[in-house]
């Protein structure tokens, strides 16, 4: 099962992580509210079904909301889920095989719109 958890983060902040089962697959920075987390969540609910998946390592370039399957300084890759004004939302760990990064990606697409929440 998908679902999003807000979580307690160091100082009083809240980060955001989507989780399959219980396999973190993406997180976002630390929040000093727990309503950016919120929104933070709401956007990728609504956004993410309809952005475009752009391959970095194929010099393919994206506007607008967006995953990037972008390599690591290990020669892996990861995905990070892009806004509109540039700014990451959130990041996934590195895979070794960049169809996995898709995959990721593609499960974000499908599976955030009806996720549930866990606070």
């Excluded at 989507?18 to 997180?27: D, P, R």
Aim: charged share 30%.
């Amino acid at each position: 099962m998908h679902k999003f958890k807000i979580v307690d983060r160091k100082d009083d902040q809240f980060g955001v992580q989507f989780l399959y089962n219980s396999e973190i697959m993406v997180w976002s920075e630390s929040y000093k509210a727990k309503s950016s987390a919120t929104n933070c969540i709401d956007s990728l609910k609504k956004n993410a079904p309809g952005a475009a998946i752009v391959d970095l390592t194929k010099d393919e370039e994206g506007k607008g909301y967006r995953f990037e399957i972008a390599p690591s300084k290990n020669g892996e890759f990861f995905v990070r889920f892009v806004a509109s004004n540039g700014e990451t939302m959130v990041i996934s760990e590195t895979y070794t095989d960049k169809r996995n990064a898709i995959n990721c990606a593609a499960s974000i697409q499908k599976n955030a719109p009806d996720a549930p929440v866990e606070t």
